[in-house]
């Protein structure tokens, strides 16, 4: 049974740093893309960043382009999210996925079929 979970979340000022990790478990996870999306209240659940398993690739939604990094430790099965210079729209509950979504739609979130239960991030001005 595969399963995601997040860690990291919490409430800090803007202009602070946060690290999200995943975690994930039940299955190798070759050839899958990790991703992270987020969802703030009333909106629909966004991409910010996704990276391919063997780290090869990353991508990255613009508006968190310079200030988030993702990144994955394959020892640990763990994908972290730094994430720099938070802005009080970052406000969101920060989800991790994992599936193998062709790399031209990795910011869809039909494409991934394995969700974790999401972590709170709040961003204070």
């Known amino acids: 049974q595969v399963q995601l979970v997040e860690s990291g979340g919490g409430l800090v000022q803007a202009g602070a740093s946060l690290r999200l990790s995943c975690v994930a478990s039940?299955?190798?996870?070759?050839?899958?893309?990790m991703a992270w999306f987020r969802q703030a209240p009333g909106k629909e659940r966004e991409f910010v960043a996704a990276i391919t398993w063997d780290g090869g690739r990353t991508f990255y939604e613009d508006s968190v382009k310079g200030r988030f990094t993702i990144s994955g430790d394959n020892a640990k099965n763990t994908v972290y999210l730094q994430m720099n210079s938070l802005k009080p729209e970052d406000t969101a509950v920060y989800y991790c996925?994992?599936?193998?979504?062709?790399?031209?739609?990795?910011?869809?979130?039909?494409?991934?079929?394995?969700w974790g239960q999401g972590t709170q991030v709040t961003v204070s001005s």
């Open positions: 039940g299955r190798t996870f070759n050839d899958y893309v």
């Open positions: 996925a994992a599936d193998i979504p062709d790399h031209t739609v990795v910011h869809r979130t039909s494409e991934y079929y394995y």
